[in-house]
């Protein structure tokens, strides 16, 4: 009962039934307040599955059903005279799939912990952990599904819970705008995945979405199909744009701080934007024949970075700089995927992936802690209303500060680590003969991100935490044991890797390299990491640099930082109003598609309107005869003389 393989089916399982629970609760009115005990137990649950299951993959991974059992469960088939499509309901947790679920399932217990405090006499309080669970439930399917067809469908499970809990206050217009704008955005690439899925299928000789069966068949597919599978790998890889909101499609994720904050960790931490990453590094067995392709990835993901590094620079919203920074180390790890070719494929998927893994900690940490000050601001966030919080918030400002020193990449803790890998990924691609300028080009962007990050991290940081203390009116600054316990945990978890760094990152690096996807790719090789103290030293220069300005400009008065605005308004209105990218897609994008949906409704008006009319002459017919047919036997005997006698009339006329 208790073995591997059926702890692989409860690990997704045990979440749908605590939101199956929740609903169950919410219907009975005693016991809605008590609607997250299934949440957090359901949750909790899942995660000592999860744990017990990554603790028995070694050589052999982790399946459901069993190996040993027979035949695979088969979820639905199709057949036509020339062709069958099946998809098989079957699980597997390899080294990448382990490492995705302890974040999920420990970081989302722990933000399900918080919620408990933060949603407290909200409104719909069943409904926002039965969306939550719903979540987490549907985020496990899609790390530990073992074909495409059902890694999709907990795909579009995680797009739907996003619109769920982004638009959780459904009746606040911002809100339901942006969990629209959510749901669109990501389906244009979702789109793509689906697409890209069949035609792997397809050329893979439309036997199985299997993923082991298609990794095979990948060297056989890209020298059958030179120009169809790089295309196909392309649509793939516009999922992960939509999902890990890459540039074009990141504007949705900015939007989704429109939900509660509880949620904004989990979309930026645990769950939905980290799917894209799982989904390239899954994939790299595909990626890695594509050089051309693997370059795109790399150059989006190095512009997606810089970009949204820029834009977050002087955001005033708290939570918002948050989001751009989330956009912003997503594409470090896309750039490092993009890195992963002959030179160091399992090394840079790697380093994407400890990335993922170290800020899904500190930037859970991060969002949970801006939530506390939002509680306590009178749920207020601008940052530009409040000051000098750290005394009156002491387990809020150690979290958060924890969490910014990690995300800004000090010497010694996680995402120094994390970051220094993604870096060295992008010197070592450098070497390749193919594209090899462009990677040293694409090493300069990272650095330059790396001091932009240090920068706006300790921005928030200083202005929120220090100067003089300000607040808005109807604060009531407070912590409760509910969202303090939460945010110590997370902080040490951002933490820990540093201080056991160097140990955990060789045993990350062995432990991940032994991913099949990886060892496809790599030939067999295992990924070894290793000490570049230039590049260490270089980086950790860039962010101590990036936080004494910071320091300079914002831990005292924010007068300099004010001085050099007015000197610069160019580039600071440009960042400031997010480089008008969403005013450009209005334009360009949303206008024109506008004015056509308004023609063709038009034009439906006037075809209807017509259809109508020609409908309606019968109909006005039989109105000017209906009255004749009105029941009354006298009107009848009336209406026939006088019918017999114009008759009798007309034939007399006719006669003479």
Known sequence: MFEPSNLLLAVPALPLLGALLCVAFGSVKELRKWAHVPAVLCAALS???????????????????????????SWFSVATA??????????????????????????????????????????????????????????????LADNFLLMFAGWEGVGLCSYLLVGYWHDKPSAAAAARKAFLVTRLGDVGLLLGSFLLWQMAGRNSFNYQFIFEKAAEMVNAHPYLFPAACLLVFSGAVGKSAQFPLYVWLPD?????????????????????VYLLARCAALFTLCPAVQATVAVIGAFTAILAAYIALTQNDLKRVLAYSTVSQLGFMFLALGCAGPVVPSFAVTAAVFHLFTHAFFKAVLFLSAGSVMHAMHDEIDMRLFS????????????????????????????FWSKDMILESALEAGESKRFGTLYYLLFGVAITTAAMTAFYTFRAYFRTFWGPLKMPEGAHPHETWVMNIPLLVLAIGALAVGIVAEPFTHWFSHFLGHAKTLVQADAGRVAEHHLNWPLMIGSGAVALLGIGVAWA????????????????????????????????????IVQPFLM??????????????????????????????????NGLVQFYALSMAMGLAAIVGYLVLVAK
């Open 553 to 588: 400009m914002y831990a005292g008065n924010s007068q300099s930082a004010d001085n050099l605005a007015k000197n610069l308004k160019t580039p600071y209105y440009a960042s400031l109003n997010k480089l008008y990218v969403d005013e450009i897609y209005n334009v360009l």
């Open 596 to 629: 056509i949906a308004g023609f063709c409704k038009l034009c439906e008006a006037i075809v209807y309107d017509l259809v109508r009319l020609v409908a309606m002459v019968p109909r006005f017919l039989a109105d000017l005869i209906r009255p004749l047919q």
């Open 82 to 143: 020339t062709t069958k499509l099946s998809a098989d309901f079957g699980l597997e947790a390899d080294q990448l799939s382990g490492i995705m679920l302890i974040g999920i399932t420990f970081i989302g217990t722990w933000i399900v912990v918080f919620s408990i405090g933060y949603m407290h006499g909200s409104p719909g309080y069943p409904r926002f952990f039965a969306a939550v669970s719903l979540f987490l439930a549907s985020m496990t399917l899609l790390v």
């Open 388 to 415: 000098g919080l750290r005394k009156k918030l002491p387990v809020t400002h150690l979290a958060f500060l924890c969490g910014a020193a990690a995300l800004a990449g000090l010497p010694l803790l996680s995402g």
């Open 47 to 73: 995660c000592a599955a999860a744990l017990t299951v990554v603790s028995n993959i070694g050589e052999a991974d982790v399946h459901f059903p069993q190996d040993r059992t027979g035949e695979p469960i």
């Open 256 to 276: 989704a701080m429109e939900g509660p904050t509880p949620v904004s960790a989990l979309i930026h931490a645990a769950t939905m934007v980290t799917a894209g």
